[in-house]
């Protein structure tokens, strides 16, 4: 049994690490993900790095639950909203998709979550995603998780939302 949660604890403190690589010296997100995810998919340029995980088993070809961190550099004095970039991102989405659902879950001083359902329009299947949106002093950032699925069940919404309301902006001193 305490080899089994000492092998947990050491999991969570990798993924703990992996996921506070930053951009810039300025600030670093703190994202737990749960054990179970493997990294699929990672991506970095000079003004953004994207991270996709999918559960132990699957790729990014067949995943049916995909977490993506999404880590955008903020050009020096452009003053910009979790809000602003959630409407950005709908007015994204809705170019691609049919929007079927579009639901703000926790709007706090800064950091923004939202639901929404879409079906893209070369697909055949809806695609619920839950986001969060957390403005640091020089990135964005953006993490979401999605399910290619028709319904999206309370108890994974639920254990979604905890996840993405626990993230934490580090800033250096």
Known sequence: MS???HSLVMGILVL???LTSKLT???ALMFVLE?????AN???GENERLM???PTGETMENWSKLCTRHDIRRPPGIDVTPSDMAQIFRK?????????????LALDDQPVTIL???RAHSADHDQFEMMRYIIGEATVYRIAFTINASSLDRVQAKKWFSALQAAELMVSP
């Open 3 to 5: 080899i089994r949660i």
């Open 16 to 18: 703990c690490t992996l």
């Open 25 to 27: 010296a300025d600030d």
């Open 35 to 39: 054990p179970g995810w493997i990294l």
């Open 42 to 44: 990672r991506e970095s």
């Open 52 to 54: 996709e995980f999918v």
């Open 92 to 104: 994204l989405l809705a170019e691609k998709s049919e929007i079927k659902v579009w639901q703000i």
């Open 116 to 118: 929404w359902k879409a």
